[in-house]
């Protein structure tokens, strides 16, 4: 198909996810270079998506791509679904190598790798450090065991059982006030060795449906809880995804690597007139 300056490919992928209306929604969309910020962001409005993803091909020994994503409300730093689905993305269209390197503005290089049946994206892991309870944890509905924290405004609230995150019905609007932060409810699992929940209301995103930026949190600090680099972890929203998690040492910083499978669900055009 050919594509004039009046219109843009579009692809809707399911990222982490294994079938069709499950795991997380993704827009995915090439260009040939960088629209103006604003365009960018009215794209990502009118996707309503919990991001869209743009990525442009690059000449660079560095990476393949640059990406970018936004959400209905903001640019934000980092993310993994829709990083995952860019990756699902390019090499459902030709691209030939078994790596794929996204060159990004806030959170460095980040890799997405074909490993059999899934992809395995890599993030910077961000190992969050315990700190008292603040006042807001009331507004979650219900107090954790204990809270961590990581500076780039994630949150983890780690409860003693599973069924405690799912009963959560948190305060949207207090959360929201608080800025454009992650919380991250977590517990162990049942079928999984880890479940968890995640609230982003400040961007925009009420609940996540699954969130690669928070497993590049919660992978340290489970693996330090469960004494092992791997395992298993289930972000139980109404959509439900499955993550394999393992935590890779490295000389430049730890990385968390998050196995899982991407569905392509709706290609078409996006039309900008």
Not at 225 to 253: E, I, N, P, Y
Not at 258 to 271: D, E, Y
Request: charged share 20%.
């Amino acid at each position: 198909m050919t594509y004039s300056p009046e219109t843009l490919p579009y692809c809707h992928i399911d990222a982490f996810a294994d079938r069709p209306f499950t795991g997380n929604q993704a827009a995915v969309m090439p260009l040939d270079a960088w629209l103006d910020d604003a365009v960018l962001q009215a794209i990502g409005e009118e996707n309503n998506f919990a991001e869209t993803a743009f990525i442009v091909a690059i000449d660079s020994a560095e990476a393949d791509y640059e990406l970018r994503w936004f959400t209905p409300a903001v640019e934000i730093a980092m993310c993994g679904h829709a990083t995952l689905a860019s990756g699902h993305y390019v090499f459902e269209n030709g691209f030939t190598g078994e790596t794929v390197r996204f060159a990004t503005r806030k959170a460095g290089v980040l890799v997405v790798t074909r490993n059999g049946d899934r992809l395995a994206l890599s993030l910077p892991a961000y190992a969050p450090s315990p700190a008292p309870l603040p006042d807001w944890t009331a507004a979650l509905g219900a107090l954790p065991a204990e809270y961590h924290v990581y500076p780039g405004d994630y949150h983890v609230l780690l409860f003693d059982h599973a069924d405690e995150v799912l009963a959560l019905k948190p305060d949207m609007k207090t959360l929201a006030a608080l800025g454009d932060h992650q919380f991250i409810c977590t517990a162990p699992g049942s079928d999984t060795d880890v479940l968890s929940r995640v609230f982003v209301p400040g961007a925009g995103v009420d609940e996540d449906s699954v969130t690669g930026s928070a497993h590049a949190v919660l992978t340290p600090f489970w693996a330090a809880r469960l004494g092992r680099t791997s395992f298993t972890a289930f972000q139980a929203s109404k959509r439900g995804g499955l993550l394999h998690c393992t935590l890779v040492a490295g000389g430049d910083g730890d990385r968390a690597v998050l196995g899982g499978s991407c569905v392509t669900v709706v290609t078409g055009t996006f039309r900008l007139r």
